[in-house]
């Protein structure tokens, strides 16, 4: 259990285009995702929370027009990288929060990453 | 803020001996550190957690201890073998957030 998919598992583009990037949770339902981005040899950075129903919450210096978020539903979120450039082009990995309950704080799940290449 | 800081960052070991990894944490409220194995050019997978009211957890070869007073924590692998070899990552999570802080990240190797 506990399985997170992304699509694309990479994707190439040209610069000034647009790219979508899906993050499904598959075996359960997650009222909060959040998206990361990991450069080579680093670790990763949270870009934003994503809760089902309400915007995005971004963390500093993450412009919020160029990574749109939408979180539709409880088992979907989607990254939107608009008008992007070649210094996009990036490893981005989504994770899914399985509730514990009782047993204290939610649990990460990561989807397998997209690979993006701006050219 | 929470700061997490991960030691080595690099580990290499002969197969079949253990290797340790070791994280420190700066937030006395984080009460949730898992650790993630990450393999190249794949997401980030959970091999294990533990969380504030215990002191240590084992599965299989894999444990982890905890030690609240001192604010670390730290990974074992016990009888190391090559499919081990990955990036892996420790994180905390402060109560009342639902943000990880994660560690830098250690390469382990295991050498046949």
Redesign the interface.
């Known amino acids: 259990g506990a399985v997170v998919s992304q699509h694309p598992s990479w994707v190439i583009c040209k610069s000034g285009t647009s790219v979508k990037i899906e993050c499904r949770s598959l075996d359960f339902q997650a009222t909060t995702m959040f998206w990361y981005r990991q450069f080579p040899k680093q670790s990763l950075m949270l870009m934003a929370t994503s809760n089902e129903g309400s915007k995005a919450t971004y963390e500093q210096g993450v412009e919020k027009d160029k990574f749109l978020i939408n979180h539709a539903s409880l088992t979907l979120s989607t990254l939107t990288v608009t008008s992007a450039h070649p210094e996009d082009s990036s490893f981005y990995i989504c994770s899914a929060s399985l509730p514990q309950g009782l047993a204290g704080s939610d649990t990460q799940y990561f989807g397998p990453g997209t690979r993006l290449t701006v050219l | 803020g929470e700061n997490v800081e991960q030691h080595p960052s690099t580990l290499s070991v002969q197969e079949g001996d253990s290797a340790v990894i070791k994280c420190t944490y700066s937030d006395s409220a984080s009460?949730?550190f898992?650790w993630?194995k990450q393999e190249l050019?794949?997401?980030?997978?959970?091999i294990i957690?533990i969380?504030s009211?215990v002191g240590e957890k084992k599965d299989q070869r894999i444990a982890v201890t905890l030690n609240k007073t001192a604010k670390h924590f730290s990974l074992h692998i016990t009888e190391t073998q090559p499919e081990d070899s990955a990036v892996y990552?420790c994180a905390a999570?402060s109560?009342g957030t639902?943000?990880?802080i994660?560690?830098?990240?250690t390469r382990l190797q295991v050498f046949p």
Do not use: A, H, S, V
């Open positions: 009460n949730y898992p993630y050019g794949k997401g980030p997978q959970l957690d969380r009211n990552f999570l109560r639902d943000k990880l994660f560690g830098t990240g």
